[in-house]
């Protein structure tokens, strides 16, 4: 069995190079190999073929239920985000990065289009402890689907987190939650506390100055 490979100890050719395109039946056979690796690592959630050294696109997602991705293609993209993620192939490393909400992508294996999201579901008029408890909970791991799927496509087009990654401008200094802080979007310049400028500022749109 194939394994990942590690890219801060191992050279792979394929890391950086967007994947060739495979048939239906390629790619489950590829797809069934990837899941089979994750299985018996279980740390990860996905994994695309050039991470175990197979130049193809095809990956595998394990969410909140298996996903396989063969030749997949965006169609539609929502609102970008801020969001940390890390990867099997840079172990240990993890980054700031932007994502969408929700995507709509097509793949070789299905004519449909498939729609994800991260998006709260419009509520239902229960408001109880539990049921809030559990859309919360529904909706992070939709979110998490979402974004997989988005740094799986990465990887099939020769890209990875360090490609997407947000540098904050906040390094050493340690800023007090009510201090005023000056910031700006390269257009308009804003002067807020920081306790309400961090989320902007790590979103990486806003940089202090």
Not at 36 to 46: P, Y
């Amino acid at each position: 069995m194939k394994e990942v490979i590690n890219c801060f100890k191992d050279n792979n050719p394929l890391f950086n190079k967007p994947l060739k395109e495979v048939s239906v039946e390629e790619g489950m056979e590829i797809a069934k190999e990837l899941f089979e690796i994750l299985n018996k690592r279980k740390d990860g959630i996905g994994l695309a073929a050039n991470q175990v050294g197979i130049d193809a696109q095809v990956a595998v997602i394990n969410v909140r239920e298996p996903i396989i991705l063969i030749n997949p293609k965006y169609v539609e993209t929502g609102d970008e985000i801020p969001y940390y993620e890390g990867c099997l192939s840079l172990p240990g490393k993890a980054v700031h990065t932007k994502r969408y909400n929700s995507v709509v992508i097509k793949t070789a294996q299905d004519d449909s289009n498939w729609y994800f999201s991260g998006a709260p579901n419009p509520t239902d008029g229960q408001t109880g402890w539990e049921k809030q408890e559990r859309n919360k909970n529904d909706q992070e791991l939709r979110l998490l689907e979402t974004v997989c799927i988005q740094h799986e496509i990465d990887h099939l087009n020769g890209l990875n987190i360090m490609d997407r990654q947000v540098i904050s401008t906040i390094t050493n200094k340690k800023i007090g939650r009510n201090e005023k802080v000056t910031i700006t979007d390269g257009q308009k310049t804003k002067e807020l506390k920081w306790k309400k400028a961090e989320s902007l500022v790590e979103s990486g749109v806003w940089k202090i100055v």
